[in-house]
């Protein structure tokens, strides 16, 4: 037996590291259990996500009866925040304090922000659901309080969290270390979205209590564990008379030569188009195609594959040293391509190529996410990581969020009219409303190829100065 466990053992360590995922992110100064350690803060992360835009979600609409324009209210007041992402990548960038430490106090506050509005949310949501006698604005007031803080201490902790992750890897490793991050943001908003499911299978208020409240104190066990020890203390880079530019001097800096703005339109533009049909596939399934439950929500999984297919893609490709933008703007055209299958689908009445349109729609979205991140890490310079990420971030997660939304919006504003013949009887269809958000999904797949295909370079090789490798790397957000 002793002789079996010592071959195992050997076999396993002559293993390639192309077969460990995440294996070649370490380093002798980052091994990989600190990494993983560091990692949980994105856990918490995709925890209150999940929390945000899944669970309370329904929970408000179904068992407490609020109305569903409130809860959509709710829903998006955190991104009110998103945009100050950049803010506060460059204070931690900046930050002064006695201690030495620039991106701990952020991780530290962003989790107490997140602590304090999953502490009081319960609360506020059956206060909100009526079951009160004091004033209804009081319910409308916390519950708005709770959703803020609860935002504003998730896009804290991410983008200092990030940033740190970034200021401790090499730059060989660093794309893939914000990877892994990422993935572990999957791994979080999935696991919490099963034990949430769980908990909350037999709804009483009280399990809604001990739910939300339970999430606050696993956020601040994860959080702490994942900053301890982790940023080591240099007094000099805090030093309270340390010369340090504004941040209008530093945003000039980092966006001059007008790069960077082109950069970050495109970012927008396209995750905007992405990102619209994100609460629509699955109506779109079951109301034009007339598919089961089942069968839509296996649309989940279909999207899940082809981004990873997308992931393997750049991996390969960012690999052999491919410019970033023309990756991006590969990926446009593939998502131009998923959303054309996608509008077919409906008149041919193919769920097949429905299916394989929600494939090609996770290939491109994914594929855009990881080039647009590689490209706006590579315009970093010296100690503006925080930045860099922050505004990608905040670029990110409100063009994101605000095209979601508008999806909603447009659709059910057109159906409305289609179905009511003010289109004329050849549109009477709600198909119409899911065509027309499909169509302008496709014209912002177009206008951000417009915008990134000056920035693509004629040999389309990446001029980095440093060697690229591209694991499960670089998944964002």
């Given amino acids: 037996m002793k002789r079996l466990n010592q071959t195992f053992v ?14 070649d992110a370490a380093t002798p100064d980052l091994p990989l259990g600190r990494l993983l350690r560091l990692s949980l803060f994105q856990v918490s992360v995709g925890m209150a996500i999940v929390l945000l835009t899944g669970t309370l979600n ?11 324009w409130l809860v959509a209210l709710m829903v998006a007041i955190p991104l009110v925040f ?5 803010f506060i990548g460059y204070k931690s960038d900046t930050h002064r304090s006695f201690l030495g430490w620039r991106r701990v106090p952020y991780i530290w506050f962003g989790s107490l922000m997140q602590f304090g509005g999953l502490a009081i949310m319960p609360f506020a949501l059956l206060i909100l659901s009526g079951d009160t006698t004091g ?15 609860v935002g504003a201490g998730l896009h804290t902790t991410q983008t200092a969290g990030l940033a740190l992750a970034t200021d401790l890897a090499t730059e060989e490793t660093r ?10 943001l999957l791994v979080g908003m999935f696991a919490s979205a099963v034990v949430f499911g769980l908990l909350l299978s037999d ?9 939300v409240q339970g999430a606050a104190v696993v956020t601040m066990v994860l959080n702490l564990i994942a900053l301890w020890k982790q940023e080591s203390r240099d007094p000099a880079k805090t030093a309270h008379d340390r010369p340090r530019p504004t941040f209008s001097e530093t945003w000039r800096s980092f966006t001059q030569g007008g790069r960077s703005g082109r950069v970050f339109l495109g970012v927008g533009l396209g995750t905007a188009a992405f990102a619209m049909q994100d609460v629509l596939l699955e109506p779109y399934g079951g109301e034009v195609l007339g598919l089961s439950v089942a069968a839509t929500t296996a649309l989940t999984a279909i999207l899940a594959g082809g981004m990873l297919a997308g992931l393997a893609y750049a991996a390969r490709a960012l690999g052999r040293g491919s410019d970033p933008f023309r990756l991006a703007g590969m990926s446009a055209v593939v998502g131009i391509a998923a959303f054309s299958a996608v509008i077919f689908a409906g008149p041919l009445e193919s769920a097949t190529l429905f299916r394989v349109g929600s494939a090609l ?38 063009a994101g969020g605000g095209a979601i939304a508008l999806g909603g919006l447009l659709r059910d504003g057109v159906s409305a009219l289609a179905t009511s013949q003010a289109l004329g009887p050849g549109l009477a269809s709600s198909y119409i409303g899911y065509s027309f958000v499909y169509h302008l999904e496709i014209l912002f797949l177009f206008a951000t190829l417009a915008v990134i295909g000056p920035l693509v370079r004629r040999t389309g090789v990446r001029a980095r100065s440093r060697k690229s490798q591209f694991g499960l790397a670089e998944f964002p957000g």
């Fill in 58 to 68: 329904r929970v408000m609409i179904v068992e407490l009866g609020v109305p569903a």
């Fill in 175 to 184: 794309p893939r270390v914000v990877a892994l991050l990422y993935v572990m």
């Fill in 10 to 23: 050997q076999q396993w360590r002559e293993l390639s590291p192309q077969f460990l995922p995440f294996a």
């Fill in 361 to 398: 729609i996770g290939f491109g979205g994914g594929l855009f996410a990881v080039s647009t991140l590689i490209a706006v890490m590579d315009m970093a310079e010296g100690d503006n990581g925080g930045l860099a990420l922050g505004i990608w971030g905040a670029v990110q997660a409100t």
């Fill in 135 to 149: 004033p209804l604005w009081i319910g409308h007031a916390s519950a708005a309080l709770a959703f803020l803080l």
């Fill in 203 to 211: 709804f009483t208020q009280l399990k809604l209590i001990q739910a």
């Fill in 82 to 86: 998103a945009p100050l992402r950049a």
